[in-house]
């Protein structure tokens, strides 16, 4: 039977490479996957810092049960160009820095301590995709994910590929895609078997085959009471086989579910019903980690996408992105846009073909994934190439023919090769270029889109970003425009049964090249900052949710009368899903309904106060007395949400939050913490700007510095558990505030 450990633990890291790391463990300094090879701060750095060799070193001591059996080292990726040594001898080379490989260590071992060393490359090689142009994030070098510890019988499972058939009927069925691995080329007789339960582990069918060595299909018919995949109910089931040889025995496990899928010329389909997609696009980056953020951060995105900014779909731009994102989305019924790795440019022949191999890694390792809905087999924004694109379609529909493929492109009139179009939007905006005569849009035309005279599948799947870069510090005015871009192509895409969903660009800002960005090495282009805290146009997301998940009121205000240009706040945007918003100025008391007129299309338009409402001096002349606001949230006439903005804005008080208070000790878990400065009614000061100092007692490390800058008020870092177990305090401590301290658990 299979082992598979983690294999995290005491790895040696070297800057650079060389023959002497091939030939002696040098175990100076010691780190814990995954890492990133270099720690780059917040902003203003030189990417190229990491751009460059290193060399990950670790021993791997004999142990009985190695004998016969085979071992290996599964890789979940590394970045980038990576090559595996045991005890000097090349094992495997692997250039593409985002899916998995394994290194096979069978009949290579001795007997006591073996070296493993590991070279990754972190140079932007145009020989590798996405390398070769101008790339618009960055790609950091290290053992990113995490590596484990494979012992297998010598016969073993390979791979599972699991498909539902009839899934809309009442009688359903699944096949399962047995393939086996058998590197030593031995002949033999065995048997499989498969069983298929439910979330609470009750045994639904079982099916078995004799094998003498090919790969088989098994299949689970006329399964009844079998509950549908959905986005808000994502019913997972598990099948579990196993394997019998007269060379010993293995068994896996993998998740799915019962779903259809379908991009229509008329919108999209999950399981027969029409849903617009409505959601954001994600890098897999985190602040000073850069992509070496483990298990819990990468779930907490995807709890952060569907729980706080209540999409549907995320767009995994653009890369493969980790299991455990993946497995989250799964579990928590979030739709996925997956696609390979690239952005714009196509190298040459070779280059292409690594690309093609990528479509293939990503799929295999991807293929039970309920959540996944479309497979991206275009390079993000390349211009037309037929013949890799035809390639590339051909095998994803080889590989797996129960999804369909998009390629995303932001150029019109190019060439449909997938099964959707689907299109990188930025026209809203194009209207303040010289020459440019088309008045305030918010997308395209599909035709105009396409060139085609016919409707076919489309999808937005970017819109908004470097279109309006924003910060979190940004001014009122600016932030406020920011909101109006995402609502209006929001409402245009929810407006048109055609177009299946619009994906905005993006989920949070993210360090990028000096050839993008403001010139500090970030793109804010997020509709949340990189520590993940919203932004004002983050409700315009989360404001579309049914008021029974979550009721949303979000004035996008300061509330301060000097703050935009000539004065006031005027108009006023509410993101908000109450029937009615009202506002109380002392004695001006008014309540106004969601603004149908601009965004009749929307399933909660926003309330807007403006001179429709308000004549000029009823919230008070400049040079007048500036009062408090008091908001109310009304549904079916009921008073649900209640807020008040303080004229006078005082510090008040240093809140600090954290995502979980208990660590993984053995995982080295992590969470992410929020410092806020709040005002005397508990609403984010936007101007404050003081250090805060981090102090952490117990097992237990910051990662970053241990004093940041609040920024629009806010401040953020990820705490990392050290190996042990026991209690951990977080002291912050700021001039304007007394310290605050965070109580948290490693167990």
Known sequence: MRSVVSFNESWSFHEGFGQRLLEDFDGTATVRLPHTAVELPFNYFDEKSYQRAFTYQKILRWMPEFEGREVSLVFDAAMADAVVYLNGEEIIAHKDGYTPFEARFTGRLVMGDNLITVKIDGSENP???????????????????????????PISFGNLKIETHNVLAEKKSASVRVDLANPQQL????????????????????????????????????????????????????????????????????HFGFRTAEFTPEGFLLNGRPLKLRGLNRHQAFPYVGYAAGRSAQERDADIMKSVLKCNIVRTSHYPQSKWFLDRCDRIGLLVFEEIPGWQHIGDEEWQQESIRNVRRMIERDWNHPSIIIWGVRINESQDSHDFYVETNRLARELDPTRQTGGVRYITDSELLEDVYTMNDFILGNE????????????????????????????ITEFGGHMHPTKIYDQEAR??????RHLEVLNAAYGDPDIAGAI???????????DFGSGDRICYHGVMDMFREPKFAAYVYASQCNPSEEIVMQPVTFWARGERNIGGVLPLIILTNCDEVELRYGSVTKRIGPDHE????????????????????????WGLEWIDGEFTGYI????????TLASDPLPTTLQIVADSTTLKARERDTTRVIIRALDQQGQRLPFMNENVTLQVDGPAKIVGPASVPLQGGTAGFWLEATGLTGAISVHASCGRFPEVKLELTAV
């Not at 439910?198 to 079998?226: H, K, N, P």
């Not at 905005?504 to 000096?514: A, E, V």
């Open 127 to 153: 020989e590798i995709p996405p390398f070769g142009g101008r790339i618009d994030y960055l790609t950091y070098a290290g053992i990113y994910r995490d590596v484990w510890l494979k012992v297998t019988d």
């Open 187 to 254: 002949a033999f007789l065995g048997s499989v078997s498969a069983s298929l339960k439910d979330t609470d582990g009750r045994l639904l069918a079982t099916a078995s085959a004799e094998t003498t060595g090919q790969d088989l299909t098994l299949s689970f018919d006329g399964l009844t009471g079998i509950s549908l995949w959905d986005i808000a109910d994502p019913a997972l089931y598990e099948v579990t086989v196993e394997l019998k040889t007269s060379h010993g025995s293995d068994r896996v496990s993998s």
């Open 432 to 459: 303040e270029l010289p020459g440019n005569n088309r008045p305030r849009t918010a997308l395209r035309p599909q035709q105009e889109a396409t060139g085609l005279s016919r409707k076919v599948p489309y999808m």
């Open 479 to 484: 932030q406020a425009e920011h909101v109006r």
């Open 504 to 514: 905005g660009w993006c989920m949070f800002d993210y360090n990028t090249h000096k």
């Open 598 to 621: 601009n965004y009749p299309h929307l399933p909660h338009p926003p309330v807007v106060l403006d001179h429709r409402h308000f004549t000029p001096d009823e919230l008070g002349t």
């Open 636 to 643: 079916d006439g009921e008073p649900v949400a209640r807020l």
